[in-house]
């Protein structure tokens, strides 16, 4: 996670803003339901009573409209609602394997010294 908050911290804002946008549509075809607010919540290091966090509570996506403040909290939070997803997807759906290229991603190559 932390990796990746830095890697969108990087981006011009309106970059984080696309970002947000494409995470949202990731989210809805992993298969996001209701029960995975709670997890994705804890997952994150938000706190539920941070915007975003409500904002699911409630059902609302559209995150990429909050204040430029509100953005890596959103961020942290969706990546986290994916991961809960994708996961039960994984495990319901493709536990013997399947065809999805972002399940089949080749290993990053090593950089240690």
């Known amino acids: 996670m932390e990796q990746g908050v830095e890697w969108f911290e990087e981006l011009s804002e ?3 803003r696309e970002v947000l946008r494409a995470l949202v549509l990731f989210c ?3 298969g996001t339901c209701e029960e995975d607010v709670p997890e994705s919540i804890a997952r994150s290091g938000i706190r539920p009573t941070h915007t ?3 904002m699911l509570t409630k059902g609302r996506f ?6 430029a403040n509100e953005l890596t909290k959103s961020f942290r939070l969706l990546v986290a609602l994916f991961t809960v997803a994708d ?3 994984r495990t319901l759906h493709c536990a013997g394997g ?5 399940h089949n991603l080749p290993d990053p190559p090593d950089t240690a010294p």
């Open 28 to 30: 809805g075809q992993a």
């Open 62 to 67: 559209g995150m990429e409209a909050l204040p």
């Open 87 to 89: 996961t039960r997807r």
């Open 52 to 54: 975003p966090a409500v």
């Open 98 to 102: 399947c065809d999805h290229s972002w």
């Open 14 to 16: 309106g970059d984080r």
